[in-house]
């Protein structure tokens, strides 16, 4: 039967393996934002179809700046690279000049209906029955030497108000200058040419990452200097370091459990067997995580790589089992390490499944990772070492053995006593240090982790150009488009007087770009009121002899806008007909622009950082909820198994969940909700080393405690490697991991053995 | 003043050189101060729209253009866009981005006055004429199909010394002739007023 159970797994073993292999050469797709760690139920709704609309636009664009100290050459070289990326086919569209025919496909769309159009400055003025301001204006700009208006014009429009109403459009790219057909901005002796556009395919796919990177490399000239940004720079940064990070602390943690394993030993058997079990854990479960997610998220991936340091926890027990005289074969050795083993998986498994239980998708990943790769290595220890395993025991423990069972005496000797009150003692005064200090943070942009050099990169494009990224919008709602705009409109003048006092730099809505037909009638009624009485003076004045071509009342719909060229921002503003966006730039004091608009109907502040703070905040409450739970979830198979014991077995675990946040604390790290996820595996990791101590006899007490100190340090090491990472959430998970198995590790005998 | 050759920039004979008539260059850091009258004749007009004033053209920088007849108003035109005012309030502000055709234009206009055209010779065809006291520009679009230059035809420049007349004949038969007078070249020296015009625009 077992033999038979040893030859599936073998067979399953290789199909995960095909599959892992298949997908990696179709070409991974990596997940690398934070943000996708977080749970799809709170991304529903309209705000969720909005916010999405404005990200999607957002994430397929790529802006960079080619810097020259010659004009001309800076020209050239973001003329040349528009054309490479064009001929390139990995971009849809480019824009590094003013599309002159998008720019007539403009005038040709609101030609029509100038009689509704009416800049705000201008509607204000007629608004005050300054009338003759307009014509002033007019009479200016007809005889300015930039040779404004011809008869055609004057005869369509004749105060000019569509060259205002166009000058007034709040369009992108408001420092930037054609220059020769090259949008450019000239600063500090340098001329930057500007090149946008928007990719074809995924930023998130590596093939286009790797794509791109090597078209950069053989299209951006040697002697400009390149400003970069755009969601495929972030997420090709994001995929680089965490797979360099994944290898290399993958592979410092494979060495050091390598040479830690050889040390105790001196056999290499172990080692090869190890490896095996890791390998299989892994391939089990990227091929799991890839069929049923169809993608990988990279902090999954970190953390996979880190399961090393938890997999190999069942093959050291087993190892350990060497040192034992009394079981000389596998079988015998698998008999005495497998109710612990069983447990404990059972326990982890509770432990992981709670994450599971969170709506998260990249802890769900994480969690099914996990639970995957540690039952492939569970299996792979019990049919296959005693196949493979034909080794007897290892006589040179009989030292190492005795010592560790200091680790048992310094929890149960009467004489240590005071040693062990010393020791308790002191955590609890390293815990109440760190007490005061115990912060959370919620901070998104905390956690994100951002390259600083792409950041920098950004903020100096946004300078440049004045085009700052929108991190805050607002939501408006209306029973269907023209309420929406009416909306606006109400909320429009707020805006302005917010951006008069500086509460921010700019905004963008919709309703500035196609005016409600309620606004557009009363604009056309208020030019007939106030302006039609002195068209025949004006018109006198200045001799115009072609007669004047009244517009048709047709008002502009929303509809109507163009979904491509200079337009195509504002379609995406409008994702359903009753919902728009009011892109805010520059916002400086979210708090005063809120009460600024507080009551404003139908109009909702978004700041998309601050709800993901919120978010994060909330759930981090929530994974406390999830660590409480997953005690109470394991009580049924303890209390089965050890009756009034279980308090004990709980209670090294316990502890360290309950000390190592303030003990963190102590070293000014702030408690995140990634702390609090490290906590649910602490526990469940901290109730493996008890659980392992609990089922052991006193005779072989020297051959478990060897076993849990071989796991803790490799789970030490694997997981310390974490509290290296630059990805502040895998850093934050790492450290309290450290702190916290430290602690279960120390404190694991107090779980007492097996009654002999 | 230094006089330097750059219309060889714009082919012109070698030979002849010695003789002609060359326009005055105006480097960065001097100015241009003058009077102007414009004509504008529009096609579909009873009369042509006249203007005068005076200006200031400050090379690199930008040109203020301040009329007082028939009406006064001051414009001031820069690499980064049109401000226009009236009565000291801004009445109309255009950025280039917003106008493809104004970087441009203001590079003509400010490269003719400054009688260093060579920055043009990109852009348009040149026609040179010249005898022993006065000499004559024509700058044509090379590109037909430019569609920031797609409205004008040519444009004359005409002078002694220094820059007289400028006329910007458009393609629907429009024609804008600006003359100047009374031009004096030294530092540059703008007045606060002046000052704070162009910074107001600059980019």
């Known amino acids: 039967m077992r033999r038979y159970a040893a030859w599936c797994w073998l067979a399953l073993v290789l199909f995960a393996a095909g599959y892992v292999g298949l997908r990696v ?20 709704g309209v705000a969720d179809l909005a916010q999405q609309r404005v990200a999607e636009a957002g994430a397929r664009r790529i ?14 070289a973001g003329q040349e690279l528009a054309a490479a990326l064009t001929a390139s086919g990995l971009v849809r569209g480019v824009t590094a000049g003013v599309d002159q025919a998008a720019q007539q496909r403009l005038g040709a769309l609101y030609l029509p209906h100038r009689a509704g159009l009416l800049a705000e400055a201008d509607r204000a003025l007629l608004l005050a029955g300054q009338g003759q301001a307009l014509v002033d204006r007019a009479r200016a700009m007809l005889f300015s030497p930039a040779g404004f208006g011809d008869a055609a014009l004057l005869a369509r429009d004749p105060f000019l108000l569509l060259p205002g109403f166009f000058t007034a459009l709040p369009l992108p790219q408001s420092r930037l200058a054609a220059e020769d057909g090259q949008l450019v901005v000239h600063e500090g002796g340098l001329t930057w040419a500007f090149v946008s556009a928007e990719l074809a395919g995924d930023s998130f796919a590596l093939p286009v990452q790797h794509a791109f990177a090597a078209f950069f490399a053989a299209h951006l000239p040697a002697d400009v200097q390149v400003l970069r940004t755009g969601a495929l720079f972030y997420a090709t940064e994001g995929a680089r370091q965490a797979m360099e990070e994944s290898s290399t602390l993958g592979a410092v943690s494979l060495a050091a459990t390598v040479a830690m394993i050889l040390l105790v030993f001196r056999r290499i058997r172990p080692i090869l067997l190890a490896m095996l079990d890791i390998g299989v854990g892994i391939t089990v479960a990227t091929a799991f995580c890839l069929w049923w997610f169809q993608e990988l998220h990279t902090v999954a991936v970190l953390f996979g790589a880190s399961l090393i340091g938890v997999a190999v926890d069942y093959s050291l027990q087993y190892f350990a089992a060497y040192f034992d005289p009394a079981a000389p074969t596998a079988t015998d050795r698998l008999r005495r390490v497998i109710p612990g083993v069983a447990i404990g998986l059972g326990t982890t498994l509770i432990g992981y499944c709670t994450l599971l239980l969170a709506p998260f998708p990249g802890l769900q990943q994480i969690a099914a990772f996990s639970c995957c790769g540690l039952i492939g290595s569970f299996l792979t220890v019990w049919l296959w070492y005693p196949r493979l395993d034909r080794a007897g025991p290892l006589p040179h423990g009989g030292p190492m053995l005795a010592r560790l069972q200091g680790h048992w005496a310094l929890w149960q000797a009467p004489g240590l006593r005071r040693w062990r009150l010393g020791v308790l003692a002191l955590l609890l005064l390293a815990a109440a240090a760190g007490l005061p200090r115990l912060h959370a943070d919620d901070n998104v942009q905390n956690m994100q982790g951002m390259p600083p050099e792409l950041k920098r990169q950004e903020a100096e494009i946004q300078r440049l150009t004045g085009n700052g990224g929108a991190a805050q919008f607002l939501l408006v709602h209306g029973a269907d488009a023209e309420a929406a705009l009416q909306a606006q409109e109400a909320v429009l003048p707020r805006l302005a007087e917010a951006q008069a006092h500086g509460l921010l730099a700019g905004y963008q809505a919709p309703a500035q770009f196609v005016a409600s037909v309620a606004r557009q009638r009363e604009n056309a009624a208020l030019v007939a009121r106030v ?19 009244p517009p048709t009342a047709q008002p502009l719909l929303p509809a109507a806008l163009p979904a491509d060229g200079p337009l195509a921002l504002v379609r995406a503003l409008m994702p359903e007909p009753g919902t728009h966006l009011v892109l805010l730039h ?32 909330v759930y981090r409450r929530q994974a406390l909820w999830l660590l409480g739970f997953s005690v109470l979830l394991m009580l049924p198979l303890l209390g089965w198994r050890y009756r009034w014991a279980t308090p004990r077995v709980l209670a090294p675990s316990l502890a360290a969940v309950l000390l190592a946040p303030p003990i963190a604390a102590l070293f000014g790290l702030a408690f995140t909700f990634f702390n609090a996820m490290a906590l649910v595996l602490v526990l469940s990791i901290g109730v493996d080393y008890a659980v392992f101590c609990r089922e052991t006899p006193a ?58 | 003043m230094r006089r330097r050759a750059l219309l060889l920039a714009l082919a012109l004979p070698a030979r002849a050189m010695a003789q002609e008539a060359r326009p005055e260059v105006l480097r960065e850091g001097q100015q241009l101060r003058g009077r102007f009258t414009q004509e504008r004749r529009l096609q579909g007009f009873a009369r042509p729209l006249r203007s005068e004033g005076d200006f200031l053209l400050l090379p690199g920088r930008g040109l203020v253009w301040r009329a007082t007849v028939p009406f006064a108003s001051t414009m001031v035109i820069t690499p980064a866009g049109i401000l226009q005012l009236l009565e000291g309030r801004e009445a109309m502000r255009l950025p280039a981005s917003r106008m493809p055709g104004l970087g441009q234009f203001y590079q003509v206009l400010a490269g003719a006055m400054s009688g260093d055209p060579s920055s043009l010779g990109q852009v348009f065809a040149t026609g040179w004429q010249a005898d022993a006291t006065r000499w004559q520009l024509t700058l044509t679009p090379r590109r037909a199909d430019d569609p920031a230059l797609a409205s004008i035809a040519s444009i004359v420049v005409s002078g002694a010394r220094l820059v007289e007349a400028v006329e910007v004949r458009k393609a629907n038969g429009d024609a804008d002739l600006m003359t100047f007078h009374d031009q004096r070249v030294g530092p540059a020296a703008p007045d606060a007023a002046e000052q704070a015009l162009l910074t107001q625009l600059s980019p």
């Open chain 1, 25 to 44: 050469h179709a070409g991974l797709h990596l997940q690398s934002s934070v943000l996708a760690l977080l749970p799809r139920a709170e991304r529903d």
């Open chain 1, 63 to 76: 802006v960079l700046l080619l810097g020259h100290a010659e004009p001309a050459r800076a020209r050239a």
């Open chain 1, 531 to 549: 302006l039609a009485p002195l068209l025949p003076a004006w018109l006198a004045e200045i001799g115009l002899d072609t007669p004047p071509q």
């Open chain 1, 586 to 617: 520059g916002v400086t004091d979210l708090a005063a622009l809120r009460a600024a608009l507080a009551g404003a109907p139908g109009v909702q502040l978004v700041s998309l950082a601050d709800d993901w703070s919120a978010l994060f905040g």
């Open chain 1, 699 to 756: 005779e072989r007490r020297g051959v478990t405690a060897l076993a849990i100190l071989l796991a803790a340090v490799s789970t030490t090491l694997s997981f310390g490697m974490l509290a290296a990472s630059q990805v502040f959430a895998v850093q934050a998970f790492g450290s309290t991991m450290l702190i916290g198995i430290g602690i279960a590790w120390l404190l694991a005998p107090l779980a007492g053995g097996r009654p002999t």
